[in-house]
């Protein structure tokens, strides 16, 4: 199992981003996706997550209606499209798989079993 992500980089507040999240070693079927971020000095924070069965998808209070969680099942990746940068948007953004019934409006870290490695994000003018 593996996940890979990709798009971070450094954009200018109200800037927009398209993140990655590549699955390899499984099928998206069945699972759900969540997204997290931590920035320098706080914890780890879940943003977004998808049941990729469904299409259910949850966000947290502080991204709703500024961030867009979707699936491509045929190329087997999750994206997270972020519009609206903010400074405090700045931080590490990790995908992660976990079970669908652990897709709901609370996050927790523990509940996902494996990580990618993070991509950047930095909101900067």
């Known amino acids: 199992v593996q996940l890979v992500e990709s798009g971070g980089g450094l954009v200018q507040p109200g800037g927009s981003l398209r993140l990655s999240c590549a699955a390899s070693?499984?099928?998206?079927?069945?699972?759900?996706i969540g997204w997290f971020r931590q920035a320098p000095g706080k914890e780890r924070e879940g943003v977004s997550c998808?049941?990729?069965?469904?299409?259910?998808?949850y966000y947290a209070d502080s991204v709703k209606g500024r961030f867009t969680i979707s699936r491509d099942n045929a190329k087997n990746t999750v994206y997270l499209q972020i519009n609206n940068l903010k400074p405090e948007d700045t931080a590490v953004y990790y995908c992660?798989?976990?079970?669908?019934?652990?897709?709901?409006?609370?996050?927790?870290?523990?509940?996902?079993?494996?990580w990618g490695q993070g991509t950047q994000v930095t909101v900067s003018s």
């Open positions: 070693g499984f099928t998206l079927n069945y699972w759900a």
């Open positions: 992660a798989v976990t079970q669908p019934v652990y897709c709901k409006n609370t996050y927790s870290s523990t509940w996902y079993d494996y």
């Open positions: 998808i049941r990729t069965s469904d299409d259910s998808s």
